[in-house]
């Protein structure tokens, strides 16, 4: 028994506790691909610039029948960088009749990339919730994580949104994503959302609405760059050590359902990034052209050690944290 299922199994009050199943589904996330204008140390589906895993326009229709058929969703755009597939702003225009809500990951230097300049516009005029990467409010330490001069153009991006209205107006939501810089977990959330907020306007003018921390999860590029320092043994540890019954209930592979690049189906974007794909009864792997929301509920869904990221200190999810939780970090931020 992996780590993670022994945890759960230990602190769970019940035998029916002690496996985790889907619920209602409130978010239908798709991951567009790995293509992206920037290569992160922690990018867990090991996106870049050569990219080749591109959702085609098949597939994102789809997408639109499931949201057409399982109206009332909120829709979760992600990648790589989503902005850079050629279907994008399709499937944002024909998917806002039928969602409540339509979020966009943004890394925020795509905005500069040829041809994108007109992203704050249509972020605009389709009434899009930002959610955009931006791990410090301190320069060396962002471009460290994400490249040479990422925070820069960050910085830059930021005034261009704010300047079209997010986070100024209510309607233009801009949210902030942390995640550690390295083999730790994320410190307590209120407190560095006040210190985001307070660094970030007092030094360069920035607003934003909300901080969102992520804890790493230990896959692909970052499990790679743990291993190459010797750090996986004890980052695994910290993520043991720091498990946290009480977030479980609120794990995010409840309520979402993660969409790959072809249409493959998974529990969330973590298990996507593993090939921990959704299957009927036959072991056969399902597409979102083969199932309905409610067909998916009561689900067991597929667990392994990554998960331990989810359970750790505060819990943390694609919304960030999940519950008061463990005093996990008592380090700066960054």
Do not use: W
């Amino acid at each position: 028994m992996n780590a993670f299922l022994s945890l759960l199994e230990t602190h769970s009050a019940t035998e029916a506790d002690s496996d985790i199943r889907r619920g209602e589904l409130t978010t239908l996330q798709i991951n567009m691909g790995n293509l992206c204008n920037q290569q992160c140390l922690h990018c867990h589906i090991d996106a870049s610039p050569h990219g080749e895993n591109v959702m085609s326009r098949e597939v994102v229709g789809g997408i639109l029948r499931f949201l057409a058929r399982n109206e009332g969703l909120i829709l979760d755009i992600t990648g790589g960088a989503p902005e850079l597939n050629p279907h994008f702003e399709y499937l944002i225009r024909s998917a806002r009749p039928f969602v409540d809500e339509i979020i966009v990951r943004s890394n925020l230097t795509v905005l500069f990339e040829p041809g994108k300049e007109h992203l704050p516009d249509f972020f605009k005029e389709c009434g899009i919730h930002l959610i955009c990467s931006l791990p410090c409010y301190t320069e060396g330490n962002v471009d460290l994580q994400r490249g040479s001069g990422v925070f820069e153009k960050s910085v830059r991006a930021l005034h261009l949104l704010n300047d079209f209205g997010f986070a100024r107006d209510d309607r233009l939501r801009l949210d902030l994503v942390y995640n550690p810089n390295g083999p730790k977990l994320p410190p307590k959330h209120d407190d560095l959302e006040k210190e985001y907020k307070r660094v970030l306007d007092a030094d360069y003018g920035i607003e934003f609405n909300k901080l969102i921390t992520i804890t790493n999860v230990p896959i692909k590029r970052f499990r790679n760059l743990l291993e190459s320092q010797g750090e996986y043994d004890r980052y695994m540890g910290l993520l043991r050590s720091s498990f946290n019954p009480a977030v479980v209930e609120n794990l995010m592979c409840r309520t979402f359902l993660s969409v790959g690049y072809d249409g493959t189906l998974y529990d969330c974007d973590f298990n996507q990034a593993l090939g921990l794909a959704l299957t009927d009864e036959t072991g056969n792997i399902l597409t979102i052209d083969q199932v309905d929301a409610y067909e998916l509920e009561g689900r067991e869904v597929a667990l392994d050690e990554h998960c331990l990221a989810c359970t750790a200190g505060y819990g943390s999810s694609c919304q960030g944290v999940l519950a008061d939780g463990q005093d996990s970090s008592t380090q700066p931020c960054c």
